[in-house]
């Protein structure tokens, strides 16, 4: 079984499996779990890459919560350039399409970015993360910026709560498929009592994603779903496919419990 | 690092805490003291983070953990667990201590911080395995082995008898008294009171504690060294993990080289990285 994923995009972007490494799961495709390989997926996606190094949230970026965790990363990654010396011969020598993610929080490195790795084969396509609470408008301008900067396969990772709303618009600025979603931001406390911020991580956030996933679904547009947020049992991936994805991506389940996550791939390749 | 099954065969209770020893030849094997282990404590998915210890004992077939006082709901989990019970474990983590071939006078230094302990796991226990491996005689290993414990209550020590016989133990209550009460403000010296006599003599040092343990260790170091030298002192950095691997970058630290990946770089670092 083979999944398109840009039919409508001249250099194609097929999975061999129905199961990608979200943002960051397995780093820069350089670590990884217990029993985790790289066949196991149909694409892995990087962390999010920015143009100049950031150094992220400080220390102290995990907070516990109930079924699952808040992860305030902050976007920490060496810089684009540094990114590609590092892990660019891996890459191209993987079988399986890296994608590209690109920081939400930087937005005016997108298109720049995208022109660079626009000729680089190792480079399957580009994850535009999109933060919660932004126009459409400006949905449809960063998408139409990278768009005119490369012709290779974007996917556009669209906040739960507001993917209704920015479907649209980012396909019509050129997404070839939409990833639904990125996680709601939350707070918690870490293990010393400071209040942090970030994405929920984990189960909890499965029904959010289940019902944004529907919703956009329902819109029928011309880009298929990817369902992204709490996936952590064949169920939900089977839920996520019943809603109208094409594929799922899995990240804390990879980091909180890998045998499950390989019985997950191993699921999907049986259907 | 591997996931796997271990069995709860054996529990003592040891005041408020304690200690679970666990069926894992495959893990017990590859650990090295100073790795961490990442134990699932729920049957479902509450808690949904692993819990991270560091073993308090190591042999073949097995680790021990400590299980602290408190009420963190993943340790409550584990202290009512049955013997028997399946223990989903992911270790070893990082990097653990390594006492250089050739040293003849290893110094170990503790603080039992509950603070810390409750955070990070990070526990003067951690050092226990590291101490039972320098102290058995074998070639090339250390000669004398001392070890140098500060706690805030005599309870909270580690007995003599879970000590090597030929290791040499000092150990000292640091009590830090709230402001308000009599005495309040006033903080006993800990172990600090030995180092000007260990500290010289000393081959290599080994410590756990908090980060503030390993900021006055720098100073004494410096003290009674003129210098602290990379290789001279080892110290675990007190980390919880969520991965273990690298990936999720949550055990992030700023340490003197920059923003690191505590999996990645440690848990156990050269004492110059964390206080340098």
Known sequence: MTIELAPHNKHSLTLAAPLLAGSGAVGYADAWPPGVTATMFGAIVTPPVSWRPRRGHPPGRLAETPAGFVLAAGDHNPGFRRVLDDHLPDWRRLTVPIIMALAGSAVEDWDRIAAHVEDEPAIAGL????????????????VGAVRRATTLPLLVKLPSAQAPALASPAVQAGADALVIGAAPLAAGLTAASARIEGPLAGPAVFPVTLRAVAAVAGLGLPAPIIAAGGIGRLADAELCFDAGAVAVQIRSLLWVDPATAVQLAAGLAGR | MLQTTATLIERHTLGASQELRLQAPALARSLTPGQAVLVKTGWGVEPYLRRTFYPAGLDDESLTLRVPPGGDWGHAWL?????????????PVGIGYSVPAGARNLLCLAEEDPATVAGSGCSAWALLPAIAAAADGGRGKPSAVTFAMEAPSARDLIPAHRLPAAVEYHTAVRARRAAGHPGGGTTSEGVAQFLPELLPWADVVLAAGSLAFYSSLATAVRAARYELTRGFAQALYPAAFLCGVGACQACVADLTTGRRRICQRGPVLDLLDVAG
Do not use: K, S, Y
């Open chain 1, 127 to 142: 994850e535009l993360h999109v933060a919660e609470g932004v126009r459409p408008v400006d949905v449809a301008n960063w």
């Open chain 2, 79 to 91: 202290r009512t667990v049955a013997i028997g019970a399946q223990l989903d474990c992911l270790g």
